[in-house]
């Protein structure tokens, strides 16, 4: 057995197909694990979900900023253009009920090698220590589970930019969804810089991964997706970046988490 968690697949169905194959991914022995954003942007996002579905006991995932806008879509019942074929499928209810129930955040310990990992689209901010961040995880299911229409509703911007215990209500999550799902920058204090994406250097705003390095044990692991122009590279061997932007015509890569090596397929 072994687990596999693979990046940003975005609708690149194909892909996926052939990174499985060159895994010989097995649903009756093997654990998929994706990273968040499996839709949109690229072509087939309804047959990567309906994949998702059909092996749903060998599939896990978090959820990323795009899977938040499906949420949005089909819960509000609103149209986009890009994603029509799953609004209009006679599984998008299956599909809705599947996705609603995905954490933000993953945790896995493999045992042979005692290294654990934590996995979540966008990373996990300094400011939060790593029972933090898997409390804070559990909190929005419950609350997606209770009250996703409000949440949904309510998830858009950017403010407030900066994380408070004292936060409360849809202030609160707005803030949980946007540094779990849409962080690549925070400034010195730990608030987010969502505006910047390019790798520029510029003051005041530093990649969240080289503070939260700092708070890692020895094999303690975080695996993130989402920064698509880092192409993975971190510089640091127990944060590992898997959007190496397969949409964006690059590729597709998997972490098998046994032995911590990258398996990759270009984009057709
Ligand atoms: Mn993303």
Aim: charged share 30%; glycine share 6%; net charge positive.
């Amino acid at each position: 057995m072994a687990h596999y968690v693979i990046g940003d697949v975005q609708g690149c169905y194909d892909e996926l197909k052939l990174l499985c194959k060159k895994i010989n991914f097995n649903p009756n022995k093997d654990l998929l694990i994706f990273a968040g954003d499996l839709v949109n942007r690229g072509p087939k996002s309804l047959e990567v979900l309906n994949f998702c579905l059909k092996n749903k006991k060998s599939v896990r995932a978090v959820l990323g900023n795009h899977d938040f806008y499906l949420l949005y879509l089909l819960e509000h019942k609103k149209k986009n253009e890009s994603l029509k074929n799953i609004l209009n499928s006679k599984n998008s209810n299956k599909i809705y009920s599947w996705l609603k129930k995905l954490p933000l955040l993953l945790t896995i310990k493999i045992k042979s090698s005692k290294e654990s990992f934590w996995i979540s689209h966008a990373g996990i901010p300094f400011i939060w220590d790593l029972k933090k961040a898997k409390n804070l995880s559990d909190e929005m299911k419950v609350v997606m589970k209770n009250d996703s229409f409000n949440v949904l509703e309510n998830m858009w911007g950017d403010r407030p930019a900066l994380w408070k215990d004292d936060l409360e209500g849809y202030e609160r999550y707005r803030t949980i969804i946007n540094y779990f799902t849409r962080m690549r920058y925070l400034d010195k204090k730990g608030g987010l810089k969502l505006k910047k994406k390019d790798l520029k250097s510029e003051h005041n705003h530093i990649p969240w991964f080289v503070q939260t390095h700092n708070n890692l044990k020895d094999k303690e692991n975080i695996i993130f997706g989402h920064w698509a122009a880092l192409e993975g590279k971190t510089k640091l061997d127990n944060i590992i970046g898997l959007d190496t932007g397969c949409v964006w015509g690059n590729k597709l890569t998997a972490l098998r988490l046994e032995d911590k090596r990258l398996i990759q397929v270009k984009r057709k």
